[in-house]
């Protein structure tokens, strides 16, 4: 083989060499772009992530919070109503105090008055031996009962008949 043979072999390896290593470079290079954009998409679904995490985690925390009010409100709720609950207890015992009052001074006022058999009043029947016994109280026969009442009302004196 002659020396141009020789070199147009070593030019065509040194060609092929160059042409490779640039089929390789340009394979590297694209593969590493690809990388890239895989990285960057992974990157921005990972942010995606994160923020549907935060957004989780705050309502999350929003709801922990309206639970906590939710529960300090019925504990509030509770609170007012055994407050309530006293309160009916002491107003129903000043109610009974005073109807205890109240009774005590009507036996009081039966045992002070003659008209009053306070052997029947303390049968219960206070009312009824008042009215028995107080003419004022009792069923007489007064105008209301007579039955010409409605027929002829009285007359006031002081009016003038004019037919």
Do not use: C, Y
Request: glycine share 2%; no cysteine.
């Amino acid at each position: 083989m002659d020396t141009t043979a020789v070199v147009w072999i070593v030019v065509g390896i040194v060609v092929l060499v160059v042409v490779l290593g640039l089929v390789f470079f340009i394979a590297r290079r694209r593969r590493q772009e690809h990388e890239r954009a895989e990285r960057a998409e992974a990157e921005k679904r990972a942010a995606e992530l994160r923020k549907k995490a935060e957004e989780v985690e705050f309502n999350a925390r929003e709801s922990e919070v309206q639970a906590a009010r939710a529960k300090a409100e019925a504990e509030q709720a509770k609170l007012d109503a055994e407050r309530l609950h006293r309160e009916a207890e002491k107003r129903q015992a000043d109610a009974s105090d005073l109807r205890q009052d109240s009774a005590d001074k009507a036996r009081h006022a039966d045992a002070m008055d003659p008209n009053v058999d306070t052997n029947t009043a303390e049968a219960g029947h206070p009312e009824e031996q008042r009215q028995a016994v107080d003419p004022r109280r009792a069923g007489d026969d007064s105008v209301e009962s007579r039955p010409d009442s409605d027929s002829n009302p009285p007359q006031d004196p002081h009016r003038q008949n004019n037919p």
